[in-house]
């Protein structure tokens, strides 16, 4: 069976949100980890409430998530249309639970480039 998570941010002033003068640390913790699960075939995405409504109105878990508890409820987070989350995004060890993947996997960290600015 092929695995879907499925993330509902609330209303984000970009597609990321990460983004302006004071960018929240769990929006780019989290743009990583999808990356990261996408990189592993697992087939992940964010929708924005702000900028792509419908997936919010047509996932009815979400939709009476929302009709229940206002936006408070978000970001929500759906593995397999169940939902998982909601109030708060996903840590790397609830992510690795799901998907069977190390938490090293979204903890490695790549080595920094290196780049000479020496002038010759």
């Not at 069976?1 to 989290?30: H, N, Q, W």
């Not at 878990?61 to 408070?72: A, C, H, K, R």
Request: charged share 25%; aromatic share 4%; hydrophobic share 30%.
């Amino acid at each position: 069976m092929s695995l879907k998570i499925e993330i509902f941010d609330p209303a984000l002033c970009c597609s990321t949100g990460v983004c302006g003068p004071s960018v929240d640390p769990e929006l780019t913790r989290i743009a990583k980890d999808i990356h990261t699960l996408q990189k592993n075939n697992i087939d992940a995405v964010r929708y924005n409430l702000s900028q792509n409504a419908e997936p919010y109105v047509t996932t009815e878990v979400i939709s009476q998530l929302l009709d229940d508890e206002g936006t408070d409820a978000l970001p929500a987070t759906l593995v397999n249309g169940e939902l998982k989350k909601k109030g708060s995004y996903p840590t790397k060890t609830e992510l690795s639970e799901w998907t069977g993947l190390s938490v090293e996997t979204f903890t490695s960290k790549q080595k920094p480039l290196k780049i000479d600015l020496e002038i010759k």
